[in-house]
């Protein structure tokens, strides 16, 4: 596995390749990570992993600079999954100048949810990653694959929207979430909880499957119970302890609230949720 860090030396690494397939993190790497990297591997000729904590996306008081920097113990990791080249550029690599051009997600998709507690992220998230494809894809000269995790099932549905709103020639791929013994997503967050959050924890997911539980229920009748159901599921979460930012049914397709036809079979409904523990900030969705 080479490891390489200037774009650059990461098209050069490329060049004998026709068809890369590709994983952007921002590395100290779990297994959910792994799992990304493995469906990634039939996919392309080369195997690709880029490793950037992408100040973009973080807010001022955001974890941009305690955010966990594991580089040696993430390329351990990265080779016997399957990777072929971790790129790892520093930020001087990736952003010589300021970053001034951005590409800036529709309002209806990027300012709900997750972008409304966390305005600018996915302008970060899309910006980065349209430059990481331009690294890894532009001397592609066959199918261009990049896979991505349904724990940011946002994120994963705004990427596609880009690649085909830009007519990119890439085909996202996005993989269920990976989740521990009792339920919890993993998540590189999850290491800034205490004992006791950790055992705590997997009460969001189990929230989550209580909302999508009563929302199937109400069937065609949700929109009318809907706002009801999701107090009572930010009020038990409360009740613990937590913070809670959301916790919500939408339609899968683009994340709006359903309607009385979207609720009748819930198949194309997903429940999402974000809620804080302590000092940390987790979030978890199910597809219905
Ligand atoms: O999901 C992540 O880890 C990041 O948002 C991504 C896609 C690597 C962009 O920085």
Redesign the pocket.
């Known amino acids: 596995m080479k490891i390489v860090h200037t774009i650059a030396d990461l098209r050069a690494a490329l060049a004998p390749f026709e068809s890369p397939a590709f994983v952007?993190?921002?590395g100290n790497l779990h297994d959910g990570h792994l799992n990304l990297v493995r469906t990634a591997k039939p996919l392309g000729d080369v195997t690709v992993a880029s490793i950037?904590v992408?100040r973009l996306?973080f807010a001022p008081h955001e974890d941009f600079d305690t955010y966990p920097r594991t580089l040696e113990a993430d390329c351990a990791k990265l080779a016997p999954a399957g990777c072929d080249i971790v790129f790892a550029p520093s930020e001087k690599d990736l952003y010589p100048q300021p970053q001034g051009f951005k590409v800036h997600p529709p309002a209806e998709l990027a300012d709900i949810l997750e972008g409304h507690f966390r305005p600018g992220f996915f302008t970060g998230?899309c910006t980065?990653?349209m430059k990481l494809f331009q690294c890894v894809f532009a001397e592609a000269k066959g199918p261009r694959y990049a896979v991505?995790g349904k724990k940011?099932y946002q994120?994963q549905m705004i990427i596609r929207r880009m690649v085909d709103q830009f007519a990119l020639p890439v085909t996202v791929v996005s993989t269920e979430t990976e989740r521990a013994a009792d339920g919890l997503a993993l998540s590189s967050r999850n290491g800034y909880l205490s004992e006791s959050e950790r055992a705590e924890a997997v009460q969001l997911s189990l929230a989550l499957r209580d909302l999508a539980r009563d929302a199937l229920a109400a069937g065609s009748s949700l929109p009318d119970h809907q706002a009801g159901l999701e107090q009572r599921a930010l009020q038990a979460l409360t009740a613990r302890g937590w913070q809670p930012d959301y916790l919500t049914v939408r339609r899968r397709i683009d994340l709006q609230l359903p309607d009385a036809a979207d609720a009748v079979t819930g198949q194309s409904l997903v429940v999402l949720g974000a809620a804080r523990l302590g000092k940390t900030r987790l979030i978890d969705n199910f597809e219905i």
């Open positions: 952007p993190t921002m950037f992408n996306q998230v980065v990653v991505f940011d994120q």
